[in-house]
């Protein structure tokens, strides 16, 4: 299923934009809310327009450190609209995902925005991968995907006519999306509900401080202050972080645990040539292996027209390092120092030397890509764009799969609370996601 719309549609979309992405361009310094919401990214940003349409009488503040929204995790993803097959019945993330992908279409279909149904298929190319994927459907039958079914290799041929498989998971529900467009239209919403934006705001320090701001007639109405790197400043009752690659920081800043750490991991894509876009209908994604940590390289065509391969899984040596040379001293040490990634790292040697062999010679990442669409070749493909994963990590080098919620005591620390793991898919869940948050958060401030 389609649901296009015309280029003067896109054109308002994008005439929009510039309003949200510039924030509030004179400071007013010491400005006052009843709560601030830390990240502009699709979490941050989806919990903030829950939060003001639930709370309509207090007032609201996003800070953003970039000077564009939804600008790393939330601009630099796939864009699937996940259908909630791979996870643990029962579990939060099932949950999240199955309700979150039912709300995306519906939100889409409300704002206009373009999205495509095109399916999905997890295919089994080996006899031993058979096991696994029937498994995979027991568990979306118990996760309420719909329309989920199993097809033979004619079922494989007749979605994908150029995929050879032996069996398929045949996810028709699952779909793509822009979504930095969602993620924009999140913060349209919050914006138009009254709540402010503020970019180029990267958030240094937080504390209790001990006077009202000058001229305020409420006393010490509003106690928490949150500085960035510039000196400016907001005084806040309550504040809420959904920093993404920075949760763990934030989460430091205001005296909460270290822990889980968030380690960057860097996944590359491949682009097919646009004579090449035949080859690929909808999602084509292999079935997962529980010897390793990630999920492997797939297919996904993309709503520009375009279809991406990949992507790897490599440590990133920035955490917002987008290219191969991208270092930052800190982050390197941080992650090289952390015992959790020492150990996840000696549990995967092979697999981590692998993904970085692939992610150099282009090859190798093709003969694997060739295991499903043989008439695949080199000449056929480009490299693409990159994004970076915000890997939550626990000291024994656990990958962290489930939602991390960490407040603290005392003055300061039972006024903040932090979204220190939203796990993929977290696109996809975002609303669902923004429901538990404002949940969360009116339950420990009593709001």
């Known amino acids: 299923m389609m649901r296009s719309r015309s ?35 699709i ?11 639930r709370h309509p009488a207090l007032t609201f503040v996003l800070l953003e450190k970039e000077k564009e929204l939804a600008a790393h995790q939330s601009g630099h993803n796939s864009g699937v609209i996940h259908s909630g097959i791979y996870y643990t019945p029962g579990s939060l993330k099932a949950r999240l995902c199955v ?20 399916g999905k298929l997890i295919v089994a190319v080996e006899q031993e991968e058979i096991p696994r994927l029937k498994a995979l459907y027991e568990r979306g039958l118990k996760n309420k995907v719909r329309d989920l079914s199993i ?6 041929r007749e979605r994908e006519p150029y995929c050879r498989g032996i069996m398929a998971l045949d996810s028709p529900y699952t779909g793509i999306v822009d979504w930095r467009m969602v993620a924009l239209r999140y913060g349209r919403d919050f914006e138009e509900a009254g709540g ?4 180029e705001f990267e958030v240094s320090d937080m504390s209790v401080v001990k006077e009202s701001p000058a001229g305020s007639p409420d006393g010490l109405k509003h106690p928490i202050a949150i500085r960035d790197k510039k000196g400016d400043e907001v005084r806040c009752r309550y504040v809420l972080t959904c920093g993404g690659l920075y949760s763990d920081r934030l989460s430091q800043i205001s005296g909460c645990s270290p822990e889980p750490r968030i380690v960057p991991f860097r996944g590359d894509y491949l682009v097919l040539k646009p004579e090449k876009h035949y080859l690929v209908r909808g999602n084509i994604y292999p079935v ?15 709503m520009d027209g375009g279809v991406w391969l990949g992507p790897n899984a490599v440590l990133a040596f920035k955490r917002e390092g987008y290219h191969l040379y991208d270092f930052n001293a800190r ?54 764009p990159t ?20 407040g603290g005591v005392g003055d300061l620390g039972s006024r903040v609370l932090h979204v220190r793991n939203a796990p993929s898919p977290a696109a996809t869940s975002s609303l669902a996601i923004a429901e538990m948050i404002a949940d969360e958060v009116e339950s420990r401030f009593m709001l």
């Open 196 to 199: 402010a934006v503020l970019t």
């Open 43 to 53: 979490v941050g940003l989806a919990s903030a327009r829950e939060l003001i349409q």
């Open 331 to 384: 982050d390197f040490a941080d992650a090289l120092s952390f015992r959790g990634l020492q150990k996840l790292v000696l549990r995967n040697v092979t697999y981590g030397i692998g993904e970085m062999y692939r992610g150099v010679f282009l090859g190798a990442q093709i003969k694997i890509l060739q295991k499903y669409i043989p008439e695949l070749s080199l000449s056929d493909v480009l490299r693409g």
């Open 7 to 41: 280029g003067a549609f896109l054109n308002a979309v994008c005439a929009a934009q510039p309003k949200l992405l510039k924030g509030i361009a004179s400071r007013q310094l010491h400005s006052t809310y009843d709560v601030a919401v830390v990240g502009g990214g």
């Open 288 to 302: 997962p292996d529980p010897r390793f940590p990630f999920l492997g390289v797939h297919f996904t065509p993309r």
């Open 387 to 406: 994004g970076v994963r915000a890997q939550a990590l626990d000291r024994d080098g656990n990958l962290v799969d489930d939602f991390v919620f960490d």
């Open 99 to 118: 309700r979150g992908a039912t709300l995306a279409y519906q939100y889409c279909e409300k704002k206009g925005i373009p999205y495509k149904r095109c």
């Open 151 to 156: 097809v033979d290799s004619k079922g494989i």
